[in-house]
């Protein structure tokens, strides 16, 4: 835990000061996994602010202090869900959007701004986010959780509110999923 | 590009390890908490709002229903009755001063060859 609980506690009684700790405390890491899970770095302090609005007007519902973590991480999730659908929805504007970031990264490199490292960091994440973009949010976000977050499956049991079973076969089958678009896209990953 | 040998359950592992390295966890910017307050309290007032106007709805809805109850409680004047039954009045607009609705027939039997 990166905050106390009796700071929970009082953010959950209406303390303001006690909200912004828990904020200032958890805002890194909620950036970091946002970033992860949508992949548009324009958005992520968006989502990021959705997440902890929803926790604002949801901290009376937390039962005890103790499931503080997996509660931002579900309400973490259901941003991203929403978010992803939403983006779905406006495949149009996302291409056109692309299109000018590529124009964009053309010109870059043509101007020899950008370093190395950093083109082989954006070919790594372009890379992940064409492979999950061929398979669904739901599979998308588990695997991001799981092997880039590194979330346990008891923590995962928390946040989905699923029995470990059911997380093992929903993990084995969103790998597979993965598994095969990576196979399909040939294969030409960097890693760096 | 990855070593031919490794299998793709090992690609995958690793790109997803350096995809963790290539996305390393960011702060926000300075207008993150401000922008934040901003949300929350636009929230609260729409919600203050709304909930105002439920409630302004639930008081006009009771006042009108205790309105109507009062209404329908007041026992209503009703139309002026007759103190005698529906029989005798029937027979009182049917007297035998109109013979023409109640008398016997008359047969003429005056005339036998027609």
């Given amino acids: ?3 106390d609980f009796e700071v929970i506690r009082k953010a959950q009684k209406g303390d303001a000061a006690a909200f912004n700790e828990l904020v200032l405390a958890y805002r890194k890491r909620i950036l970091g996994t946002i970033t992860r ?3 548009r770095t324009e958005d992520v302090e968006d989502v990021a602010q959705e997440v902890f609005l929803r926790l604002y007007f949801s901290l009376d519902q937390l039962r005890t202090a103790e499931v503080f973590e997996p509660w931002l991480y579900k309400l973490t999730v259901n941003a991203a869900y929403d978010y992803l659908r939403k983006q779905r929805r ?4 996302r291409m056109s ?3 000018e970031q590529q124009v964009m ?3 870059a490199l043509a101007g020899g701004k950008v370093e190395h490292d950093e083109q082989q960091q954006k070919n790594v994440r372009e890379a992940v986010d064409s492979l999950l973009g061929a398979v669904s949010e739901a599979d998308r976000i588990l695997l991001m959780l799981k092997e880039v977050e590194g979330l346990s499956l008891k923590e995962l049991e928390k ?4 029995n470990e079973n059911a997380l093992k076969v929903r993990l084995f089958r969103a790998r597979q999923r993965v598994l095969k678009a990576f196979g399909a896209s040939g294969k030409q990953v960097p890693t760096g | 590009m990855y070593p031919t040998h490794r299998s793709d359950d090992e690609r995958l592992d690793a790109l997803l390890r350096a995809y963790r390295a290539a996305c390393p966890d960011r702060d926000a910017n300075a ?3 401000p922008e934040l307050w901003q949300r929350i309290e636009s929230r609260q007032t729409f919600t203050f709002s709304f909930r105002r106007m439920a409630n302004g709805f639930v008081t006009a809805a009771l006042a009108l229903t205790v309105a109507l109850a009062v209404f329908m409680a007041i026992p209503q004047k ?3 009755t007759s103190p005698v039954s529906y029989l005798q009045a029937l027979a009182d607009a049917n007297t035998v001063d109109a013979p023409e609705t109640v008398g016997p027939v008359r047969l003429d039997l005056s005339d036998p060859g027609r």
């Fill in chain 1, 1 to 3: 835990m990166l905050v």
């Fill in chain 1, 37 to 39: 899970l949508i992949a």
């Fill in chain 1, 90 to 93: 406006r495949q149009e504007y």
């Fill in chain 1, 97 to 99: 959007d692309l299109s």
């Fill in chain 1, 105 to 107: 990264m053309a010109d």
């Fill in chain 1, 159 to 162: 946040i989905y509110k699923v």
């Fill in chain 2, 31 to 33: 207008n993150f908490m």
């Fill in chain 2, 78 to 80: 009703s139309a002026p």
